[in-house]
């Protein structure tokens, strides 16, 4: 039975106009499938993939319905029914965001779903602090990888000297250090927001890659974060173990570049010039890295030197040691 305010002409009229915005009925699981293949083909990279599949398959599968009959409680429901921190419902909804507007652009949802999604609510996220290393400790980061993985000295090198984000360096290929020009490459293939940019190599970096530099092939030795992260750490605690120190290492997540980031505007000054190295927005660079650190470490930073033996050459890095 219909309200008394509403007539069957209004009905039928909301109907047809429904009807004419969706040219195709698409199951939710079918508009991940088709949206996850329009982004590999678009050339985004793996780790975006990895995520939009992690976060999208999930939401597929808990609505075997067509796209255009979802409405803003269910998108509700869900959203609060994820068992996970506010971030990544966040990062979750943004996806979810990505995808209803994909459909619509496709005609498999009506244009009205848009204010639906726009009137739910989204958990307050807590911003997490940026943490980045002091020169001190990559000096410790540098020496331990030298002494006990000196394979992964490169990417080490490239993330703290020019602030690759870790899954840009894993990507990186020597081809792309441009040694003699003093530059770092990075390809919009193998970029995160797939655009390309390049990076300078400062005296510190290029002292520490000279005994490394090839023609071609992966700067890295390792593939996947979590195995350079824990080939680090595993390298720090071997050195800390062997001189008898009392507490463990600290890793910072994403600390290296935070480090880049904060210690070279510190340095130039340049929010844009910092920006375009980074590969990231004016906005966020001012945001999360403006005045984090004093002038004095910046220096010191760039400044980190490799040993005599090692900048003299006398030093062959060798294949990687078991920590």
Known sequence: QLPAC???????DHYLVRHNQVREEKLVSAAVTE??????????????????????????????????????PMLQAYLDGLDMAARSKL???????????WCVRRKYAPRDLLDELDGIEKPEATPS????????????????TLTVRPDLVPAIVICAFCGLRTAEVLRLDWREVRFEQGLVEVTAA??????????????AARAWLAPYVRSEGPVSPVSGENRLHDAVTAALRHCR???????????????????????????????????????????????????????ADALAWFNTLPPESLASGKVIPLPAVAA
Request: positive net charge; contains cysteine.
């Open 241 to 295: 173990a062997a001189r008898k120190a009392k507490t463990p290492f600290r890793w910072k997540r994403n600390g290296l570049r935070h480090a880049f980031c904060s210690y070279r505007l510190s340095v130039t000054q340049d929010l844009n010039r910092v920006a375009l190295e980074a590969g990231n927005s004016p906005t966020m660079i001012h945001a999360h890295y403006k005045e984090l650190v004093s002038p």
């Open 91 to 101: 990062n979750t909804f943004k996806h979810i965001r990505t995808l209803l507007r």
């Open 6 to 12: 509403v007539s069957l002409r209004q009905v039928v």
């Open 35 to 72: 949206f996850i293949a329009a982004k590999e083909q678009a050339g985004r990279g793996d780790r975006h993939l990895r995520d939009l599949r992690h976060r999208l398959n999930r939401f597929a599968n808990s609505f075997s319905l067509p796209v255009a009959q979802l409405t803003g």
């Open 190 to 203: 193998k970029a995160k927001t797939a655009t390309r940019r390049v990076v300078s190599l400062s005296d």
């Open 129 to 144: 602090p940026t943490l980045v290393f002091t020169p001190a400790e990559l000096r410790e980061i540098l020496d331990a």
